[in-house]
Antibody, heavy 115, light 107 residues
Framework: QVQLKESGPGLVQPSETLSLTCTVSGFSLTSYSVSWVRQPSGKGPEWMGRMWYDGDTAYNSALKSRLSISRDTSKNQVFLKMNSLQTDDTGTYYC?????????WGQGTLVTVSS | DIQMTQSPASLSASLGETVTIECRASEDIYNGLAWYQQKPGKSPQLLIYNANSLHTGVPSRFSGSGSGTQYSLKINSLQSEDVASYFCQQYYNYPFTFGSGTKLEIK
């Protein structure tokens, strides 16, 4: 069945770079796109960006200068890198799959930005 | 960016009641709208896509409607397991944007 799982450090220092990995199973990254979505505690989600099945990417303009999404199809992994982290980047980060709405979500990984 | 204004922010209703949550887009999103349910500590779950299509496995007491800039999610015959937060999301245009959520409680 379709599964997505996020992994990465739970704590990041301010001004440092966040690196997260989404490992997928049950489908091919060359057939489906994967998006990253984050959610501060108690607030609505924010779409960050997407890795298309053909390797193309799309980013939220609010984050584009700090964000990079890449993939390794041989390992079924999608990567997120975001630099210059601040405290308001704290939240749960999800990888998701879907085009007309996100039908599949990972369990999420909590990222805290703090010194 | 397309702004999604969701109302109400919180809602308290009795078991068996019908509740409606509204979402207004800042411009026409041509039915490119999804609704999600999120329980505490869990990932969002897709309920409705394309404004009015029920996602696989979602109970039929959930329904979506609307067009243009105005959309709504209706829950008929409220059940205890419907206690959750609900979010709308437009995927008509980048960047995809979400509403701020509605927290539904049982009275």
């Amino acid at each position: 069945q379709v599964q997505l799982k996020e992994s990465g450090p739970g704590l990041v220092q301010p001004s440092e770079t966040l690196s997260l990995t989404c490992t997928v199973s049950g489908f091919s990254l060359t057939s489906y796109s994967v998006s990253w979505v984050r959610q501060p505690s108690g607030k609505g989600p924010e779409w960050m960006g997407r890795m298309w099945y053909d390797g193309d990417t799309a980013y939220n303009s609010a984050l584009k200068s700090r964000l990079s999404i890449s993939r390794d199809t041989s390992k079924n992994q999608v990567f997120l890198k975001m630099n210059s982290l601040q405290t308001d980047d704290t939240g749960t980060y999800y990888c998701t799959r879907g085009s007309s709405g996100f039908a599949y979500w990972g369990q999420g990984t909590l990222v805290t930005v703090s010194s | 960016d397309i702004q999604m204004t969701q109302s109400p922010a919180s809602l308290s209703a009795s078991l068996g009641e019908t509740v409606t949550i509204e979402c207004r887009a800042s411009e026409d999103i041509y039915n490119g709208l999804a609704w999600y349910q999120q329980k505490p500590g869990k990932s969002p779950q897709l309920l409705i896509y394309n404004a009015n299509s029920l996602h696989t496995g979602v109970p039929s007491r959930f329904s979506g409607s609307g067009s243009g800039t105005q959309y709504s999610l209706k829950i008929n015959s409220l059940q205890s397991e419907d206690v959750a937060s609900y979010f709308c999301q437009q995927y008509y245009n980048y960047p995809f944007t979400f509403g701020s959520g509605t927290k539904l409680e049982i009275k």
